[in-house]
């Protein structure tokens, strides 16, 4: 019985060998992953930017200002004149957070009473927002125990009050659930899309459809059309249990919403026409489709910033659809973002669409010659 379960394990691991496809899959993959991941996958928060309104113009709020700005966390980009420019800064995402000194600050402090410092962070990523507040409360602990040793008694009570926008109490199923929506449509797009063609040819009816009066751009629409149809009515489905399941607020409209929806898996839909005209076997379909997955999750935004990803892995975003979708599904939720403001992320959604797919029918063509 072992030799026989040896003698399989054998032949398996030849016949991979032997295919330089299957050897190509088994090396490369693994080594992008390690960069993507090494790279991307950072919780990390370096040279926030952040702004500060300084109503108190003394020697302790410019201490203070001190110690944020030499932080290695923060990075002062803005000092403002009045509480105006605050919504804009954060609006625009120009900055992450917003550091308000009361102007009662210094008295406060000399006084022994509760000196407040307003931090006024974007929280439409609550995982972020959360890390600022604590980096901002370390900063401001480290200042009021410096400022009480200084002057040989306790440390005054310097406390932060926290202010988020977008999403008040900084629930993280307000930023992780719409992402969902973006991740399970690519996934089941992919997938369906993917396997579409390897499964005609690894069955064998693949020659029989060739000799059908359809053409071959037919044959390429009426494998790629259902991957989209699933696409959108799979994203309908998670959109509604978003927003009626787990109360995330759509502030948007569904116009914005489902054009990007479209345009996102009309460009995933022509990446998984690719892999399908490539592979041969479902086998080699699924590897592919695993192979551009991870990556683009990763280089999406979805759980990592992009803005701390080195500037050659946020260029190779660019790339990916889902990175733009991303954009779309948050700002449409948390923002009630419109069509007009979301122009330049419909766009470069169109254009892999069009490349994807005018590549997947080449590639159709090419293989069926």
């Known amino acids: 019985m072992f030799h026989q379960v040896l003698a399989l394990i054998v032949k398996e691991l030849l016949a991979v060998l032997r295919d330089a496809k299957s050897r190509m899959v088994l090396i490369g993959p693994p080594l992008i992953q390690l960069l993507v991941f090494g790279y991307g996958a950072t919780f990390d928060l370096n040279h926030v930017p952040m702004a500060i309104y300084d109503q108190d113009p003394s020697a302790a709020s410019r201490e203070l200002v001190a110690r944020f700005a030499g932080s290695p966390t923060f990075q002062v980009v803005a000092r403002l004149r009045s509480g105006e420019q605050i919504d804009d800064l954060i609006d625009s995402r120009q900055v992450a957070l917003v550091l308000v000194i009361d102007r009662r600050f210094t008295r406060d402090l000399l006084t022994h009473r509760p000196a407040a410092v307003q931090a006024i962070v974007d929280g439409r990523n609550s995982n972020t927002a959360l890390l600022i507040q604590g980096y901002a409360n370390t900063i401001l602990s480290d200042f009021s125990l410096s400022w009480g040793a200084a002057r040989g008694g306790p440390a005054p009570p310097a406390v932060l009050d926290l202010r988020a926008r977008y999403n008040p109490s900084l629930n993280s199923h307000w930023f992780i659930i719409p ?102 076997t479902q086998q080699q379909a699924l590897l592919g489709a695993f192979l551009f997955m991870v990556p683009s999750i990763i280089l999406s935004g979805f759980a990592t910033p992009i803005a701390n990803m080195p500037d050659w892995m946020q260029t190779l975003t660019l790339l990916n659809p889902m990175r733009y979708f991303l954009v779309i599904v948050r700002k449409v939720f948390l923002e009630g973002t419109g069509m007009r403001a979301l122009a330049h992320q419909y766009w470069p959604m169109a254009v892999i669409g069009i490349v994807s797919l005018a590549a997947a029918g080449w590639l159709f063509r090419r293989r069926v010659a």
């Not at 969902?180 to 499964?199: D, E, F, H, Y």
């Not at 060739?210 to 799979?234: A, C, H, M, S």
């Open 179 to 280: 992402g969902i929506v973006a991740l399970l449509t690519q996934v089941v797009t992919l997938l369906v899309v993917g396997l579409s063609v390897a499964r005609e040819r690894e069955a064998g009816t693949f020659d029989q459809l060739l000799v059908t009066p359809l053409r071959q751009i037919d044959i390429l629409l009426g494998k790629g059309l259902p991957g989209v149809l699933i696409g959108v009515l799979e994203a309908s489905v998670i959109i509604a249990a978003t927003v009626w399941w787990f109360n995330v607020p759509l502030r948007g409209g569904l116009l914005p919403l489902y054009l990007g929806l479209f345009l996102f898996v009309i460009a995933v839909t022509g990446i998984g026409l690719m892999i399908s005209s490539l592979a041969v």
